[in-house]
């Protein structure tokens, strides 16, 4: 394990002997794009919470999670500083540009997750920090340290990492989990698979310079294209559970149907265009799906939650 611009990948990754970063450059270790969607589903499972949490615990809470996300990025950047320099979409990141250096960002990491992890504890219950701790040991450790360079399979098991923060944002509001919680859980990890296969489509080739075992690199883009459709047809009835189990309205219920017959058929068009110049935008077009469906289904979620607890019903 290197401390500075190599990791356990052998790819030496340019880094620079003197920190030049800015405060810009610390923030995008936080992966924040990576972050908002942990705050936004984080904060679903938070209000799902029978019974309404303190709004300043609930407020320290998400931000415990949130900084807990942006440390496991930071850790990510630092040990695939390696990967991300030979990347045409990651060379441009702090690390193999040689803003921050290795050992900056570890420290910066672990010292965040640190300070997130007790946070969660003090302010909300010592399970949910426990929860939160794990999280991040598995999106470091299983996922980035072994999953990622070992096998097809890394977004389909490392994918719980994502999955986690509903889980985490409910047992800070009530100390346990429960099965709401847990159906949002399955939820992202079942969406997870689809939606990185789709990119990892079109990006084939640059995780293949990397020597990343993406699945299409691996098992050939027709069989990522069927296990797509597979994944889509599990998920498409698991996203109408909540209004199923009735912690989610009609509404939901419509809106989850709908977004699940349209991922289906977006799906089944991957799956069906396999060559030609429209093989790269069908697969585009279902990442980018993937993201409005999964940002629809928990707003929705969060909206209803939130009205319920403004008009005490």
């Given amino acids: 394990m290197s401390f500075a611009g190599e990791s356990s990948g052998g790819i030496a990754a340019p880094t620079a002997a003197i920190s030049v970063a800015s405060p810009g450059d610390y923030i ?3 992966k924040p794009r990576v972050m908002s969607l942990v705050i936004f589903t984080a904060l679903t499972g938070l209000l799902l ?20 996300a942006g440390a496991s990025g930071a850790l990510n950047m630092w040990y695939d500083a390696d990967i991300d320099a030979v990347m045409q979409r990651t060379r441009r990141r702090p690390i193999p540009s040689g803003k921050v250096t290795g050992p900056e960002a570890l420290a910066f990491g672990l010292t965040l997750s640190a300070l997130a992890v007790f946070t969660l504890g003090v302010v909300a219950n010592w399970a949910a920090a426990a929860m939160l701790a794990f999280t991040i040991f598995f999106y470091v450790v299983i996922y980035t340290m072994w999953l990622k360079r070992a096998t097809p399979q890394n977004i389909v098991i490392g994918g719980a990492a994502g999955a986690f923060p509903p889980i985490v944002g409910y047992i800070a509001a009530t ?29 084939a080739t640059d995780y293949g310079r990397a020597g990343i075992p993406m699945l299409p690199n691996v098992k050939g883009p027709d069989r ?12 498409a009835p698991l996203g109408v559970a909540p209004y199923l189990l009735g912690f989610a309205s009609p509404v939901y219920g419509v809106l989850s149907v709908g977004l699940g017959a349209v991922f289906i058929g977006m799906a089944l068009r991957v ?29 929705e979620l969060l909206g209803e939650r939130v009205i319920a607890l403004l008009t005490g019903a």
């Fill in 271 to 299: 799956y069906r265009v396999r060559s030609g110049e429209r093989a790269d935008p069908c697969a585009k077009a279902l990442f980018g799906f993937s993201i409005l469906y999964l940002f629809l289904l928990f707003a």
């Fill in 49 to 68: 919470a029978p019974h309404p949490i303190h709004p300043i615990v609930g407020f320290a809470a998400l931000l415990a999670i949130a900084v807990g």
């Fill in 28 to 30: 995008a270790l936080l």
């Fill in 224 to 235: 990522t294209r069927l296990e797509i459709l597979i994944y889509s047809l599990v998920l």
């Fill in 175 to 203: 100390g346990s989990p429960s099965l709401a919680s847990l159906v949002l859980f399955a939820i992202i990890f079942v969406w997870t698979p689809p939606h990185f296969w789709a990119l990892a489509l079109v990006r």
